[in-house]
């Protein structure tokens, strides 16, 4: 098999792994109630939720598809501080509402 063939194959079997995981996916609403459980039982004050939540917004912004996104808007993810991954969080809550208001989902 040609490098070429076994990069598509491994291409094509991490689709279907990636399908099978999307199908599988918990909602919003298990996923909400397990981040509540984890937080109220490791007893963590509202900074730490705050930070914690906010690291994982900045992780999840440093993303090489998100980074891409964002710097053709001209967001520099590199030199985003606490200020800008909250706006860029907003930005990105306020669209999931207005998404799921549609749709029937909230």
């Known amino acids: ?4 063939d076994m990069k598509a194959y491994q291409r094509k079997k991490l689709e279907v792994e990636l399908q099978k995981r999307k199908k ?6 298990e996923l909400y109630k397990e981040l ?3 937080i109220t039982a490791n007893f ?3 900074s730490e939720i ?3 939540l906010t690291s994982a917004m900045y992780a999840t912004l440093n993303t090489s598809d998100n980074k891409a996104a964002l710097k053709a808007l001209g ?5 985003a501080g606490v200020d800008e991954t909250l706006s860029i969080q907003r930005l990105w809550a306020i669209e999931y ?3 799921h208001k549609v749709s029937g989902d909230a």
């Open 50 to 52: 705050a930070a914690m």
């Open 24 to 29: 599988n996916r918990k909602s919003m609403d």
């Open 97 to 99: 509402q207005e998404q």
């Open 75 to 79: 967001v520099d993810v590199d030199k």
């Open 44 to 46: 963590l004050d509202n």
């Open 36 to 38: 509540m459980l984890m």
């Open 1 to 4: 098999m040609s490098k070429r």
